[in-house]
């Protein structure tokens, strides 16, 4: 049984975010207010990205979403569940910008880790393993070690890790920041076909207006500490079939690139927020 298989049948978004703020409190220090106020949600099989400057909160509110830190107010639903109880039905996959993978492992030993962690049997994260090492390109790769890999390939391998249970959703935070600009374009690419075949939604951090654009239904702009949700965009790019590489080309992309950095900047194409790369 897949992990879709177990998810309760219901219209229920993928992620809401109800009111959320998150206020650090730091020993002698006056605290943090990272996030005030957000409301987000997301649906089944959307592409969302979070764009702002540095420090506004980003990855904050996506470990808020992974459970891997509380909310100081609000309440947050991962397909109807509270974060902690989807944190614990592992209903959704995690890559970021450093690829984790464990080194004394091989690339088809890391992808299989977190079955193995949930006590699936070997023939069956043998042939898991060997779908999604085809999934993202790696065929020929599954003996290797990490340290064997390109950069891009590592991530690759992170991708593949965050899919092994066929989460209905991936978080994930600058997973190609550390990537060169051809790699990541290609990686990029990569995306849109996973996500089409595996119809997982996703909510992506980036710094990166074009790669927002490139590949988001919706791009999340926040603005500076505390960080709240300035605007929220709709990118129309079309599907998965219409977002091939010359779509980078084309008016709709750079019509979207400017509507991000007008909301990021207050006026069309002005100076650099702090952080965001406007390339
Ligand atoms: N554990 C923590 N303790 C104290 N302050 C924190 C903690 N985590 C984050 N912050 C603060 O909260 C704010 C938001 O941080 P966050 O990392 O979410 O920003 P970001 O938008 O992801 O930044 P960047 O784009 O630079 O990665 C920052 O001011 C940061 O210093």
Known sequence: MTRKDSL??????AVKVT???????????????ALESVDLTVAPGEFVSLIGPSGCGKSTLLRLIADLDQPTAGTIEVFGKTARKA?????YGIAFQQAGLLPWRTVRANIELPLELHKVGTAERRSRSTELLELVGLGDFGDSYPDQLS???QQRVAIARALAESPN???MDEPFGALDEMTRERMQNELIRICAETRAAVVFVTHSIPE????????????????RIRSVLPIRLGGPDDRSEHIREDAAFFDGVSAVRESLHGTPDTGN???????
């Open 19 to 33: 009111g959320v703020s998150r206020i650090f409190s730091i020993k002698k220090k006056p605290p943090v207010t």
């Open 151 to 153: 950069g891009g390939m």
């Open 212 to 227: 927002a654009v490139f590949l988001s239904d919706r791009v999340v702009v926040m603005s500076p500490r505390p960080g």
């Open 273 to 279: 927020a702090r952080g965001v790369d406007t390339r």
């Open 87 to 91: 944190r614990i039905d592992q209903d």
């Open 8 to 13: 309760p049948v219901t219209d229920a978004h």
């Open 169 to 171: 959703l991936l978080l």
